[in-house]
């Protein structure tokens, strides 16, 4: 039991939730999928500000974009199918790798950003496919990238209300490495690349768990435009990935066992992603 | 506050605590299937079905089931007759200290429910998150693997 919870609140619009939150940042903590929440074992916490009740747990489509409300569960998403039709297997495989599938059903899109957590696979995912938020804030209602975000102050708390899937010809691979099957990664790796006749149009490169919040290595991404998507690719991938990885280390491993992982994982996801293509 | 949802359909109302975990709620209501291990949703052996669908009791707000359904094993038997996963698992020698085993049976009976004909690696899949110190797991597969055979009706009780 969180000892010193006193209020529980289930709001019915938006606008409720974030007021409740600017009433008492300090010691009030919005709850989606509660995975996070329900671990943080935090005397801080006083107020439980829970998202379910603002039903924002359906994924419609529009024109040219795929709309997630930030409650659905990281297991109905990898389901959806609309998300399998536009994206093919890949968040259905890369989200059976998030956890267990109890933490699956739990956990939810707009829960496993909002806390910049280093090690979220979800995140990964999501900036490696170029999607982007829409958050509720001092401003009101406000687009933005999940790297914009990353970079908000800590005081800060938006309110995630939906992310919002493009695909545009991309094609994307994930890997990961974690100590067993449903463990955090100890490091992950997403590439998406966008092909023209052969060669590489545009990449994204990210890693997560390095141990900091996932980044796009756009230095790795500048240097694979033109690319021949032939068998030597991977291990270009491979030695670009060596040479601009950004990391550190923590108790769950060193800076030198994640750069050599994240290079071996970048080769593998390139391998996927020429196997796509061809 | 005040909540009230149902277990293996019986309506409770109850008085908790904003910050009581589901686990706890259960645990004190007499859903003693309902175990405590990790409380660090890393072990499994708290899994109830919420709405169908396997989550941990362990880091499930109590709040947060209010007029929801939730599934425990004690509603997996009808009467004296065991569910064919208990049948399956006592068959197949697929408990030993017991301890995982309620856990084990109501992820098995999600899958089931999602998909009767599960092949090996969708039973591995399944199960991932319910840890078993004893049996190494491979009777547990053998277990929802042959009750998946007698709910579907092709193999005898």
Same mark, same amino acid.
């Given at each position: 039991m969180l000892t010193n919870v006193s209020e529980y609140f289930r709001p019915q619009t938006v606008e409720e939730a974030y007021e409740l939150m600017q009433n008492d940042k300090e010691h009030s903590i919005f709850l989606s999928g509660g995975t996070i929440v329900a671990l943080m074992k935090s005397s801080r916490i006083e107020k439980v500000i829970d998202l379910k009740s603002l039903r924002l747990d359906t994924v419609s489509v529009t024109e040219d974009e795929i709309v997630v409300g930030a409650t659905t569960t990281v297991e109905s998403f990898r389901k959806d199918p609309v998300i399998r039709k536009k994206?093919?297997?890949f968040f259905y495989e890369a989200f059976s790798l998030v956890g267990s599938w109890q933490i699956r059903n739990m956990a939810t899109i707009g829960g496993s950003i909002a806390p910049k957590l280093g090690w979220s696979d979800v995140s990964t995912c999501l900036l490696v496919t170029g999607s982007s938020l829409i958050i509720y804030g001092v401003d009101g209602y406000q687009r933005m990238l999940i790297s914009d975000y990353f970079s908000l102050p800590a005081g800060e708390k938006p309110l995630i209300t939906h992310v919002i899937l493009k695909r545009d010809g991309w094609f994307s691979?994930?890997?990961?490495?974690?100590?067993?099957?449903?463990?955090v990664a100890t490091v992950n790796a997403g590439l998406s690349i966008r092909p023209e006749q052969g060669r590489i149009k545009a990449a994204r490169v990210v890693c997560g768990s390095r141990p900091q919040y996932p980044a796009r290595f756009e230095?790795?991404?500048?240097?694979?435009?033109?690319?021949?998507?032939?068998?030597?690719?991977?291990?270009?991938?491979r030695s670009l990935v060596y040479?601009?990885?950004?990391?550190?280390?923590?108790?769950?491993?060193?800076?030198?066992?994640?750069?050599?992982?994240a290079l071996v994982l970048a080769q593998r996801a390139a391998e996927k992603l020429?196997?796509?293509i061809e | 506050m005040r909540i009230a949802f149902t277990v293996n359909g019986r309506l409770h109302g109850l008085e908790i605590e904003p910050g009581e975990y589901l686990l706890e709620v259960l645990r004190r209501i007499g859903y003693k299937s309902v175990r405590r291990s990790c409380g660090?949703?890393?072990?499994?052996?708290?899994?109830?079905?919420?709405?169908?669908?396997p989550i941990l009791s362990c880091s499930t707000f109590a709040a947060s089931v209010d007029g @929801? /359904?939730?599934?425990?094993?004690?509603?997996?038997?009808?009467?004296?007759?065991?569910?064919p996963i208990q049948e399956a698992i006592l068959e197949e020698g697929a408990a030993q200290c017991g301890y995982c085993i309620p856990a084990v049976v109501m992820t098995g009976e999600a899958l089931l429910r999602e998909n009767p004909d599960p092949t090996d690696e969708d039973i591995r899949l399944a199960l991932n998150g319910n840890l078993c110190r004893?049996?190494?797991?491979?009777? @547990? /597969?053998r277990a929802i693997k042959k009750a998946a055979g007698v709910m579907r009706g092709e193999t005898d009780e």
């Open positions: 994206f093919g297997e691979a994930f890997e990961k490495f974690s100590k067993t099957t449903f463990d230095s790795v991404e500048s240097a694979m435009v033109d690319l021949e998507i032939n068998e030597v690719m991977p291990s270009i991938v040479e601009s990885f950004v990391g550190g280390s923590n108790m769950t491993a060193s800076f030198e066992y994640r750069k050599h992982l020429k196997g796509m | 660090s949703a890393s072990c499994g052996t708290c899994t109830v079905l919420l709405n169908g669908k @929801q /359904n939730i599934e425990t094993v004690e509603g997996m038997a009808d009467g004296d007759k065991l569910h004893c049996t190494g797991y491979e009777a @547990q /597969n």
